[in-house]
């Protein structure tokens, strides 16, 4: 982590200046306020409330005869997507970067998305921009910029797979539950669309009364929020194979329960539980994501005891997994060169 700091300390003027680990002035990152655990009560809540629903003799008995090879592959190719994440991160920040390697990039991204397991309301991309800057000494708004691009990407990669595999599977004839579930992925499509277009708007007529620290942070946001026209290539290259990898981590899911089904219904059984996710009121759409899944299995036609099964395996590999896995990297963070804010000051403390 040495080269990290260093490379920190010597950050190219992407607006960071000489404010190397944090942004000075800016008060404490905090996660943990009321609105994080009524959150996590209403989680519980809602997940106790679905436990309660479920036929644990017949939900044993599929566990049992499932494949856990396929179970173990599926599981692969969803974690996989994280490194290559990583690097799509990194590339959408060009040269602030530095010599700062992909897997670092992977690590953070991991991390990230682990916290945004356990608060509400996509938290977790703020304490990404949070953890780039102690880390890797990019500015938080530049780190931010970067991420909301992103989330545009997949917001409408995500919706435009859902609406044209459920055309396709329902011939013509979506039902009600899903076209609401697609207007709540073009409603987040567009509300990632409109902060972006705003931002473009607020650079180029910021009001003069602005100070001259927040003009600045719109700068720095703007600079990453559009990746270079070398970096497209790459990036939409990184994004399919993330895209792709998540459908093969479904599909050996449900091939491990003895389900198989189209590529099409492959792609809308990818895609729609993902909008649910961005239900805000609990971390990640805890509970949204668990019945839209249910529900999307129910569409096509698989039983309800397999249904239930293949939920409950999904959740534990891709939520409370994840949380686990989360909390050990934390634990073991600095082995990794991963550093919290105070950490990294006692590492280096001209960088405050």
């Known amino acids: 982590m040495a080269e990290t700091a260093s490379h920190a300390k010597n950050s190219p003027a992407d607006g960071a200046g000489p404010e190397l680990a944090i942004d000075s002035g800016l008060p404490p990152l905090s996660l943990w306020r009321w609105q994080t655990f009524l959150s996590l009560a209403l989680t519980a809540a809602l997940l106790a409330f679905l436990a309660a629903q479920i036929h644990f003799e017949s939900l044993w008995q599929d566990l049992a005869q499932c494949n856990l090879t396929y179970v173990m592959l599926g599981l692969l190719a969803h974690y996989a997507t994280y490194p290559v994440r990583g690097l799509r991160w990194r590339r959408t920040l060009g040269g602030r970067t530095g010599k700062i390697p992909g897997r670092t990039f992977g690590m953070i991204v991991f991390f990230y998305n682990a916290v945004d397991n356990v608060v509400p309301a996509k938290l977790g991309d703020i304490y990404a921009a949070h953890m780039a800057r102690i880390n890797f000494g990019i500015r938080r708004s530049s780190a931010l910029g970067s991420i909301v691009f992103l989330r ?25 539950n899903v076209v609401w579930g697609l207007g709540a992925g073009l409603l987040l499509a567009l509300v990632v669309t409109g902060a972006l277009v705003f931002m473009v708007l607020l650079r180029h007529s910021t009001p003069g009364w602005v100070p001259q620290r927040i003009a600045e942070m719109i700068e720095a946001f703007h600079g ?25 981590w479904i599909y050996y899911l449900i091939a491990a329960f003895g389900v198989q089904l189209s590529i099409l219904e492959l792609v ?6 993902l909008l649910a996710s961005a239900f805000p009121l609990t971390p990640s759409g ?29 959740r534990l590999i891709d939520y409370w997994l994840h949380i686990v896995l989360g909390a050990l990297m934390w634990a073991f963070r600095q082995p990794l060169g991963i550093h919290t804010l105070r950490e990294r000051v006692a590492l280096d403390p001209e960088a405050d």
């Open 152 to 176: 545009l990407i997949d917001a409408w990669i995500v919706f435009l797979l859902a609406v044209v595999s459920s055309w396709f599977v329902f011939s013509h004839h979506i039902p009600d």
């Open 224 to 248: 990453t929020m559009w990746p270079a026209r070398k970096d497209w290539v790459p990036v939409l290259a990184f994004t399919v194979i993330i895209w792709s990898l998540e459908t093969v």
């Open 268 to 273: 809308f059984l990818t895609q729609i539980p």
């Open 286 to 314: 805890a509970g949204a994501v668990e019945i839209t899944l249910f529900g999307c299995l129910q569409l096509l036609s698989v039983p309800a005891s397999l249904a239930t099964s293949i939920t409950v395996v999904n």
